[in-house]
């Protein structure tokens, strides 16, 4: 979702809502051999109107390229996205669409999008906004929030609504050739820009929710050990039952010479061998999983949008050693019952 609501960097004014973008910092953009588009956006708070139905909105104008640094044309799900040969087109997420009761080409109607006159002094109270008027032609889906937050228009017509200039913008969007080094071209452009300029990276943009979702892992890291400590019961209960099974043949390697402590060890290690078969073969179906998930979206969110997985190699050796430490845990207590008195009576 994060592809479709957000770019991998994103470049604002420090101060004020609006800047305006000069040749030397577009040439700056365009020669950093890290970025890959530059797309500039103008987003602004509005109000909108559709047949007695009111409700306030973000327009979000944006150039042709804007696909390129977006997914957003893959979360449509009616109509289609900004037509270019068209000046007065929009495109709503489903949850304005549900609150105005908005469908796609409807000529006769169009949504009205309205923003107060900015300055002081008079206003006159019969026309205290700006308005343009617009043609749905398409209709995406999302999470709840970001569907009900954008109007996405042609920058021409957010400029025309907020009586921008030329030049004048809210920020602008990049698309990174690695989104990897996000970080890095960050870095560099806060030191090319200066102070004048906030840049932020998806992560950045987006810092609640990556640190909900790390919380959300280590509180099912959490509740996964609990499972696991919960089912080595079941292997403390199966070496017992095999120790009690061979008691005879303890005994017989208690009288050939072997010490408690050797005795002891086949227990450990077949405890450690039923872990660690169970272990590989859980780790295996889990990473197949994972890669089938990502290549074929087989469990969804909503209709277009799959849950998100990743494979980490770290967390691989986490889970691994989590369940080698507890495994041999439970067969040391296993193994411990093993006692002189218990071979011989």
Do not use: C
């Amino acid at each position: 979702m994060l592809d479709v609501s957000d770019p991998d960097i994103k470049i604002t004014a420090t101060k004020g809502k609006s800047f305006l973008v000069v040749r030397s910092l577009l040439e700056d953009l365009q020669n950093n051999a890290s970025i890959k588009e530059t797309s500039s956006i103008i987003e602004e708070r509005v109000f909108l109107e559709y047949n007695d139905k009111t409700e306030i909105a973000y327009i979000k104008g944006v150039e042709e390229n804007y696909t390129k640094i977006s997914k957003i044309d893959a979360a449509l799900t009616t109509g289609t996205w900004l037509q270019t040969d068209y000046s007065n087109t929009a495109v709503v997420g489903r949850g304005i669409s549900n609150k105005l009761s908005l469908g796609i080409l409807n000529y006769g109607a169009p949504l009205k999008i309205m923003v107060p006159k900015p300055g002081t002094g008079f206003i006159n109270p019969r026309n205290p906004f700006y308005k343009i008027e617009t043609q749905i032609v398409g209709i995406y889906e999302g999470t709840e929030e970001f569907e009900s937050k954008f109007v996405f228009t042609s920058i021409g017509q957010a400029r025309s609504l907020l009586h921008f200039k030329e030049n004048q913008v809210t920020a602008l969007a990049l698309k990174l050739t690695d989104s990897q080094d996000a970080d890095a071209v960050a870095d560099l452009l806060r030191m090319r820009l200066g102070k004048m300029f906030k840049v932020q990276t998806k992560a950045q943009l987006n810092a609640v929710f990556y640190k909900v979702i790390n919380t959300e892992n280590f509180v099912s890291y959490l509740i996964f050990t609990l499972i696991v400590i919960i089912a080595l019961f079941n292997v403390i209960g199966a070496i017992i039952m095999m120790i009690i099974d061979k008691k005879k043949n303890l005994k017989t390697l208690l009288n050939l010479g072997a010490t408690l402590k050797e005795i002891k060890k086949i227990f450990i290690f077949q405890g450690f061998l039923l872990t660690f078969f169970g272990m590989s073969t859980g780790l295996l179906l889990g990473t197949v999983l994972v890669f089938i998930q990502k290549k074929f979206e087989l469990f969804m969110i909503v209709p277009n949008l799959a849950y998100p997985v990743e494979f980490s190699f770290s967390n691989l050796l986490i889970v691994f050693f989590t369940i080698t430490i507890l495994g041999f845990i439970a067969a040391k207590i296993a193994s411990s019952r093993i006692s002189v008195s218990f071979i011989e009576k």
